[in-house]
């Protein structure tokens, strides 16, 4: 009697193993979608750390804009330096024959 009900239920159980797998199959157009969808997370996650990274630079540009503005502020505070304000002649000039090269007479 067990035999004959093992008998009867191997048709049933493949009949719906059957469906069960054709309804697990997808089809192109399923498959596709999931591509697209799949592709379109991926481009979002790289868009995401794109402008994260922009965001991240912009920041770091504004940071050394701000301390160049802190500098010119600073060196505006400081008094003149004649040193630096008038300038000085810093080379010796050439001597030869007893003259030197800024009176020496062209020889031409």
């Not at 399923?30 to 979002?44: L, V």
């Not at 990274?53 to 920041?59: G, R």
């Not at 804009?65 to 060196?75: A, D, V």
């Amino acid at each position: 009697m067990i035999k004959a009900v093992q008998g009867k239920m191997k048709p049933v159980q493949e009949i719906v193993k059957e469906e069960m797998t054709s309804e697990l199959k997808l089809t192109e157009a399923d498959q596709e979608e999931m591509r697209y969808i799949s592709e379109k997370c991926t481009n979002r996650g790289q868009s995401a750390e794109k402008d994260r990274f922009k965001y991240e630079v912009q920041i770091k540009i504004i940071d050394i804009e701000e301390g160049l503005s802190n500098l010119e502020i600073k060196t505006n505070n400081f008094p003149a330096n004649s040193e630096f304000i008038y300038s000085k002649r810093r080379v010796k000039p050439l001597i030869f024959d007893s003259q030197n090269s800024l009176t020496a007479q062209p020889p031409f």
